[in-house]
């Protein structure tokens, strides 16, 4: 398993025109909501896009990831930051922290419920976790099966299989994880009115009309490319 994460780190899309505006979208919206005065730990840092951004909002900055090829460029980027190398359901230090910050990473672990019922206990009282994952009811997905491109909403695309993707969450079944992890729902939105293929938008799109995109998604929470919870413990 920690092969395949290192082979997907060196072909990671994660820093692509789309990649980067949607981990910069995940990290305005959670910045908006998080413990401003205190320590966050990032689970699935990746290339450390967001991570960069969180080092100048908060005092001390922590991430978890099983890749060694992501974790070594971290390190070399962000020496202030604190860096873990370990499956999140084998995570374990003795700090606890005032946000926790799931981004894209439910949909790839092996039992979202788990994840999240561990990652809680290193959670201080008071404090704030915050995931996003893609849905599947986004309309650029629906679209796809009326053009007979997907099977369903809920099949793998091409770009899924490639970011290790094991499901596609819909709203219902993304809180659902939540509610059985004991963990209670304080904001539940969307953003990234995605309309078509991110190629597609790479190829025709400008800058202003990407960043349009992505917070008039924030309007359709429902049908938008990404969705987002808040659970404040």
């Not at 974790?71 to 202030?80: D, E, F, Q, T």
């Not at 770009?159 to 963990?183: E, S, W």
């Amino acid at each position: 398993m920690k092969r395949i994460l290192n082979e997907i780190a060196q072909t990671s899309l994660y820093t692509t025109v789309t990649g980067s505006a949607t981990i910069l979208k995940t990290n305005e919206i959670f910045t908006r909501y998080a413990k401003k005065t205190g320590s966050v730990l990032e689970l699935g840092p990746a290339e450390g896009l967001m991570t960069e951004k969180l080092t100048q909002c908060f005092e001390k900055v922590s991430v978890v990831d099983a890749s060694s090829v992501y974790c070594a460029g971290i390190k070399s980027r962000l020496p202030s930051v604190e860096v873990y190398q370990s499956y999140f359901e084998d995570f374990e230090c003795d700090e606890l922290f005032d946000n926790i910050v799931l981004g894209h990473v439910l949909e790839h672990v092996d039992c979202p419920v788990s994840v999240l019922k561990h990652i809680k206990t290193f959670l201080k009282p008071g404090g704030l976790i915050f995931a996003a994952v893609p849905n599947a009811k986004s309309i650029h997905r629906q679209a796809a099966v009326i053009m007979n491109i997907l099977e369903t909403e809920y099949s793998l695309s091409d770009l899924d299989i490639h970011h290790g993707h094991q499901r596609v969450f819909n709203p219902d079944t993304f809180r659902d994880v939540f509610y059985r992890a004991k963990l209670p729902i304080t904001v539940f939105g969307g953003y990234w009115l995605k309309p078509v293929s991110n190629k597609q938008i790479e190829e025709t799109w400008t800058e202003e009309m990407l960043g349009a995109f992505m917070d008039l998604g924030e309007k359709y929470p429902e049908i938008a490319g990404e969705l987002f919870i808040v659970s404040e413990v």
